[in-house]
């Protein structure tokens, strides 16, 4: 997923007429950055947010690296487990978001369902200690999470056998599905999965990870 920068500066500009108090601080072949207040105005749940976050938005241009938001304006507690050091947020999974504008980024989707419902989530958490839309797990815990959810398989063992079939076979509907079951797959995952066969984006997204995640395990072997 590349954003070249012709496009992201037409998107850039909607932007800004969404959130006024945004300023370009800069851009250029490499990246686009904004910096200032966003106002997060936001109910769920009998919980209403109406604030405003100062914060610096990165826009990497003709590079696999999603866009990322850092909270300059310190209101996201150093402590709260879903922020970085660095002051990163920890939307979502790389792979989530990618899967969700497969057919095209959006950055004004991208702020409306994942950065402000991210400052939500984070004054919900602060006011009950718990998240509204329950919580994502950090590294290959959330990885694998997100892709239970994506194949609607609970087990994680058994989400991993599904990306290794999606990264390397083929879809064969009248074949055992790879969850193990002994149900067909067409009767089984195939459902919730074919698309990931079918589509090679989806398939290149799924491959990545699952390569990735072989060569945690190996490095973790070796160490052991």
């Not at 850092?70 to 209101?75: A, E, S, V, Y």
């Not at 602060?126 to 994502?136: A, D, K, S």
């Not at 815990?141 to 994506?150: F, H, P, T, V």
Request: with cysteine; net charge neutral.
């Amino acid at each position: 997923m590349i954003f070249f920068k012709e496009s992201a500066v037409q998107q850039v500009n909607n932007l800004l007429r969404l959130y006024d108090k945004l300023q370009i601080c800069t851009m250029d072949e490499t990246q686009i950055v904004l910096v200032g207040p966003i106002l997060v105005n936001r109910s769920s749940k009998g919980f209403q947010v109406c604030k405003e976050y100062t914060v610096k938005i990165v826009i990497p241009l003709e590079s696999e690296e999603l866009p990322y938001v850092l909270d300059t304006g310190n209101h996201i507690d150093s402590n709260y487990p879903h922020r970085y050091l660095s002051g990163k947020l920890c939307l979502e999974t790389d792979a989530n978001v990618k899967i969700r504008f497969i057919d095209g980024f959006s950055l004004e989707a991208w702020m409306t369902e994942y950065v402000e419902p991210y400052y939500f989530s984070y004054e919900f958490f602060q006011r009950y200690g718990e998240f509204p839309f329950g919580e994502r797990g950090h590294g290959w815990d959330g990885i694998i999470q997100a892709y239970s959810e994506l194949f609607n398989e609970p087990d994680y063992i058994k989400t991993i056998r599904l990306m290794k079939s999606i990264s390397i076979g083929q879809y064969r509907g009248h074949a055992l599905c790879p969850c193990g079951s002994g149900q067909k797959l067409r009767a089984c995952h195939g459902p919730f999965i074919m698309k990931f066969y079918a589509d090679n984006r989806l398939k290149t997204i799924v491959r990545k990870d699952y390569f990735s995640l072989e060569e945690e395990v190996r490095k973790y072997d070796k160490q052991r």
